[in-house]
């Protein structure tokens, strides 16, 4: 662990023995009562925390002092159509990691439909996903995270347009208007209108849809199109879901400047 991470109502408690994080504390940082580590709040600030106290049951108690702001999000929401269960933890870790704003499954005409059942949503793995990519990334804040029962319902419902959550925006925003530095991407290596490597989109934010593996059905890409996206490829290779969002991520980091 690259910070510990703490949910507001967590404060206030001792962290119990066999919570990973007292382990990665004792055992792999070998603190001890009355040394500091790297903390802070789930989407709020981070500083440091103290052990104060190892107790006999083998639970620590512990102070936090955390007054420097969480860094911002990069501008950039990843749509993704849902894949294997087994997948979205690994996937949403990773996009969590790399300073998303924002994550999106969808359900699409040419996926299997039962992914969309998975329990991740509801039993909280994947809330819990995405604070283990923030950990690794020493952040605070995590993705907004939304589920959509199809394409068609997430381009109605334009969830790009909404309210972005607070300390969440770039200062890339702050260069006119958010709806013209807007840019909507459909990664479609399959009919593509041009090559995401040739997009000039310095100073600008970013919405990303990816399809499933076997990519976006006839009518989705007219759904796309009509709602302003352009279709772009990463090279005519089929890539794993996973491996495509974080290879189409990073490429959109590098495009609007945030790597440099």
Same mark, same amino acid.
């Given at each position: 662990?690259?910070?510990?991470?703490?949910?507001?109502?967590?404060?206030?408690?001792?962290?119990?023995?066999?919570?990973?994080?007292?382990?990665?504390?004792?055992?792999?940082?070998?603190?001890?009562?009355?040394?500091?580590?790297?903390?802070?709040?789930?989407?709020?600030?981070?500083?440091?925390?103290?052990?104060?106290?190892?107790?006999?049951?083998?639970?620590?108690?512990?102070?936090?002092? *955390?007054?420097?702001?969480?860094?911002?999000?990069?501008?950039?929401?990843? %749509?993704?159509?849902?894949?294997?269960?087994?997948?979205?933890?690994?996937?949403?870790?990773?996009?969590?990691?790399?300073?998303?704003?924002?994550?999106?499954?969808?359900?699409?005409?040419?996926?299997?439909?039962?992914?969309?059942?998975?329990?991740?949503?509801?039993?909280?793995?994947?809330?819990? %996903?995405?604070?283990?990519?923030?950990?690794?990334?020493?952040?605070?804040?995590?993705?907004?995270?939304?589920?959509?029962?199809?394409?068609?319902?997430?381009?109605?419902?334009?969830?790009?347009?909404?309210?972005?959550?607070?300390?969440?925006?770039?200062?890339?925003?702050?260069?006119?208007?958010?709806?013209?530095?807007?840019?909507?991407?459909?990664?479609?290596?399959?009919?593509?209108?041009?090559?995401?490597?040739?997009?000039?989109?310095?100073?600008?934010?970013?919405?990303?849809?990816?399809?499933?593996?076997?990519?976006?059905?006839?009518?989705?890409?007219?759904?796309?199109?009509?709602?302003?996206?352009?279709?772009?490829?990463?090279?005519?290779?089929? *890539?794993?879901?996973?491996?495509?969002?974080?290879?189409? %991520?990073?490429?959109?980091?590098?495009?609007?400047?945030?790597?440099?």
């Amino acid at each position: 662990m690259n910070i510990i991470l703490f949910e507001p109502e967590e404060i206030e408690k001792p962290l119990p023995k066999r919570d990973e994080r007292t382990i990665h504390l004792l055992k792999v940082l070998h603190k001890m009562a009355g040394d500091n580590f790297e903390a802070g709040i789930v989407n709020g600030k981070r500083g440091q925390g103290r052990i104060e106290n190892v107790k006999r049951d083998g639970s620590i108690v512990f102070t936090l002092d *955390l007054r420097e702001e969480p860094e911002q999000r990069y501008p950039i929401r990843i %749509a993704v159509g849902f894949p294997r269960p087994i997948q979205i933890k690994r996937l949403l870790r990773d996009l969590s990691c790399l300073g998303m704003e924002a994550i999106d499954l969808i359900g699409t005409e040419l996926g299997e439909k039962s992914y969309r059942d998975t329990k991740l949503l509801s039993d909280g793995g994947a809330r819990t %996903a995405l604070v283990e990519g923030a950990v690794q990334a020493r952040d605070t804040i995590i993705p907004l995270l939304g589920a959509y029962s199809n394409l068609e319902e997430w381009l109605e419902k334009r969830p790009w347009e909404k309210a972005q959550q607070s300390g969440a925006s770039w200062e890339l925003y702050s260069k006119g208007s958010r709806d013209r530095n807007r840019l909507l991407i459909a990664m479609d290596n399959v009919r593509p209108e041009g090559a995401l490597s040739l997009l000039q989109a310095s100073g600008r934010s970013m919405v990303l849809a990816i399809g499933c593996e076997r990519g976006w059905s006839d009518r989705e890409r007219e759904l796309l199109e009509r709602s302003g996206f352009l279709r772009l490829s990463m090279g005519s290779r089929a *890539l794993r879901t996973e491996t495509a969002c974080v290879a189409a %991520a990073v490429l959109a980091l590098e495009k609007i400047g945030a790597l440099g």
